[in-house]
């Protein structure tokens, strides 16, 4: 069984830092891209990062500039590092990645979210 578990979310002033991880586990054979997705209150999950395999990158007009996507390939784990961030960044973020399963074909698969809370 394939999961996706998150950690690091929490509550910060504006102009504070948080990094959000999510780590891959089960019984995978390879994972594609990898990304962060939010959902404030009131509003429409949105795509905040995205990075591929390779290690290239698609962000947010949002976030660019303030917000960092990394991957660590052999763990299994993607990073968003969350810099200078502002009041209108609170929203449950999650993770998501297209993962091939062992004998199963490619599907999305989503973690359970992370509530960051930025105050002003």
């Known amino acids: 069984q394939v999961q996706l578990v998150e950690s690091g979310g929490g509550l910060v002033q504006a102009g504070g830092s948080l990094r959000l991880s999510c780590a891959a586990s089960?019984?995978?054979?390879?994972?594609?891209?990898m990304g962060w997705y939010r959902q404030g209150p009131g509003k429409q999950r949105e795509s905040v990062a995205v990075?591929?395999?390779?290690?290239?990158?698609n962000y947010a007009d949002s976030v660019k500039g303030r917000f960092t996507i990394s991957r660590d390939n052999a763990k299994n784990t993607v990073y968003l590092q969350m810099n200078s961030l502002k009041p209108e960044d609170t929203a449950v973020y999650y993770c998501?990645?297209?993962?091939?399963?062992?004998?199963?074909?490619?599907?999305?698969?989503w973690g359970q979210g992370t509530q960051v809370t930025v105050t002003s």
């Open positions: 998501n990645a297209d993962i091939r399963p062992l004998y199963r074909p490619s599907d999305i698969y």
């Open positions: 990075i591929t395999s390779g290690g290239s990158t």
């Open positions: 089960g019984s995978i054979a390879s994972i594609n891209a």
